[in-house]
């Protein structure tokens, strides 16, 4: 008896795979850069599984849906601008931190 994996549980699965894994980075990462990734690790795991439950019910016979589809495009656009925006604030937060580092190197430290 051979066991198939339907492709439907198979998306879900690796869905939740990754949900699991940017979750984990999440919480355990302490670098900023690495959260953000995580999160988009995150999210690519969320839209998978609602991708493979929206595949599931045209694959029972229903006719497909295409308000699923709708969703998970618009979430991967606003889940590309959110990354984006949050690089750039990351992005500003370190040059301060790297600006006054430089700073302090140039002046002369000690007396005469």
Request: net charge neutral; aromatic share 6%; charged share 10%.
């Amino acid at each position: 008896m051979t066991a198939t994996l339907q492709p439907g549980v198979l998306f879900g699965l690796c869905g939740a795979a990754l949900v699991g894994i940017g979750l984990f980075s999440v919480v355990t990462h302490p670098g900023l850069l690495r959260r953000i990734v995580g999160c988009n690790i995150l999210g690519a795991g969320i839209f998978l599984v609602f991708g493979a439950v929206a595949r599931r019910g045209g694959a029972a016979g229903f006719a497909a849906d295409p308000v699923p589809q709708a969703l998970v495009i618009t979430g991967i656009v606003v889940a590309f601008s959110a990354s984006a925006l949050a690089v750039a604030l990351l992005k500003r937060l370190v040059e301060p931190a790297a600006d006054a580092e430089e700073t302090e190197a140039a002046e002369p430290r000690g007396g005469p």
